[in-house]
């Protein structure tokens, strides 16, 4: 069975956090964790964040949060910039199908 990473973006609503998207990131750990480094954001993370993005693994095909950030929307624009840029140039650049396949 293969380990998967991914980005999970979610809001904040009065029903609780409610994700809206997410980017397949491949299945290599270390830059998994590379990307997220570079991501920006609050490690400082609480309820009263609107918008935030968990680094995610699938283990046994269980979803297992690994990070997380709280953003502001420049940060969430900015780091959905950084992720596709990432996930394009390894995936058109390096002729694989994924980061770190």
Do not use: W
Request: aromatic share 6%; hydrophobic share 35%; charged share 25%.
């Amino acid at each position: 069975m293969q380990t998967k990473f991914y980005i999970i973006c979610h809001l904040t609503t009065p029903a609780g956090p409610e994700a809206y998207g997410r980017f397949e990131i491949g299945n290599d750990r270390v830059a998994a964790y590379q990307l997220f480094e570079r991501l920006k954001g609050d490690k400082e993370v609480n309820e009263r964040n609107m918008l935030c993005m968990e680094l995610m693994e699938t283990e046994n095909e269980l979803p297992v949060n690994i990070n997380m950030l709280s953003c502001t929307l420049d940060q969430l624009t900015e780091n959905c910039r950084i992720i596709t840029k990432e996930v394009f140039n390894h995936r058109n650049l390096s002729g694989e199908s994924s980061i770190g396949n």
